[in-house]
């Protein structure tokens, strides 16, 4: 490691896995993720949740008005389907067609925030996934268990054993991403399955359960799935920093007020999409492998979902000295609190785009 100044370009990042929420935080948070991202996969669990192409067309626009006049002129939200007992697979296929609907995602009801509308069991929907597997439309999962039973660090092995893993084996044509993994259970899907991709979060590479609860609960790095121990954090990094093209950026940004966060019983989620792309970055410095940065934050999502590359770049910078410091929260119209994840490597990277 060194402590000059580095500079490097890359094609412009992607987020294949956000939350940006409605009303007043869509508007809070999106110019966070526009600014940075070309595109980025918006997460259908809002009230009501996004069954429908119609419901999709709506939110999309809500989202490139929220986008703000910073927005990259190529900000291009991808707009997902809530996989429950409302899709109608007609309707799906169409709006896929048009251009309108990217794909569907599966919530296990209960695993996560606005999960109560998904399903008990993924096999059950083997008709809409076979359907969408002719179709090209990929399936995204919250691979996680809700069985009270089980000890909740391995809930996303568990999920993977008895729900995904037969549907992989079942529909093989099927593009399948296991969102935000956090165990090597779901490292190992992915590498077992060339169809099967993996979504890899800033927090989940960054932290383990004794940031989490050591010396204190921190509520602000409470999410879901949880993030696990230090040696599933570490598999997660190298795999991250590999080189696989099979493993790529998707921050799982996810707002919630302070108000949530700092209760007794605590939202999941954690809004990192200000310095989402620089808390990367320092974990790829670290690690000696920023040639790698590129193929992980720009290209290997894009290829994955059969997506253009980015032609468009940007320029990362690291400062030799901490001068910089970045705010750790943000307001939103109404004035609500949101603690931001990642102010520590922002004040070592810039970024901006290439013109």
């Known amino acids: 490691m060194t402590d000059e100044t580095i500079t490097l370009e890359i094609a412009a990042p992607d987020d294949w896995h956000v939350h940006l929420r409605d009303d007043e935080m869509l508007s809070a948070v999106t110019p966070y993720t526009a600014n940075v991202f070309r595109h980025a996969v918006v997460m259908p669990n809002i009230t009501p949740p ?28 991808m707009m997902v389907l809530y996989l429950n007992e409302q899709i109608v697979v007609d309707d799906l296929l169409a709006g896929a067609a048009d251009g309108v609907v990217f794909g569907a995602k599966y919530y296990p009801a209960g695993a996560t925030t606005n999960s109560a509308a998904g399903g008990n069991d993924l096999l059950a929907f083997s008709p809409v996934l076979e359907a969408m597997a002719g179709a090209g439309i990929p399936l995204l999962v919250h691979a ?50 060339p169809q099967v991709g993996g979504s890899i979060t800033p927090h989940h590479l960054t932290c383990d359960r004794s940031d989490l609860l050591a010396n204190g609960m921190r509520p602000h790095l409470y999410c879901k799935p949880v993030i696990n121990s230090r040696e599933e ?122 013109v």
Request: charged residues 30%.
């Open 50 to 77: 996004v069954t429908s192409t119609g419901a999709a067309a709506a939110y999309r626009e809500r989202v490139l008005a929220a986008a703000g006049p910073d927005a990259r002129h190529d900000f291009t939200p």
């Open 144 to 193: 996680e268990s809700t069985d009270p039973s089980l000890d909740i660090f391995d809930r996303e092995a568990d999920f993977i054993e008895k729900q995904l893993l037969p549907v992989v084996e079942q529909i093989p044509e099927l593009r399948v991403t296991v969102e935000h993994i956090s165990t090597r259970a779901g490292l190992n899907i992915v590498k077992d399955h």
């Open 233 to 354: 954090r570490m598999a997660i990094a190298e795999a991250a920093t590999s080189g696989n093209p099979s493993f790529f950026f998707g921050t799982d940004s996810a707002p919630h007020p302070l108000s949530k966060k700092e209760a007794e019983k605590v939202a999941a989620g954690i809004f990192n999409a200000p310095y989402a792309l620089e808390v990367v970055a320092e974990l790829f410095f670290e690690r000696g492998c920023l040639d790698r940065l590129e193929g992980f934050v720009s290209h290997h999502g894009a290829d994955h979902y059969g997506v253009e590359r980015s032609p468009a770049k940007v320029r990362l910078t690291r400062r030799a000295d901490t001068e910089i410091d970045p705010p750790e929260a943000m307001f939103t119209a109404d004035g609500a609190e949101v603690r931001i994840f990642g102010a520590d490597a922002a004040r070592r990277w810039t970024w901006e785009a290439v």
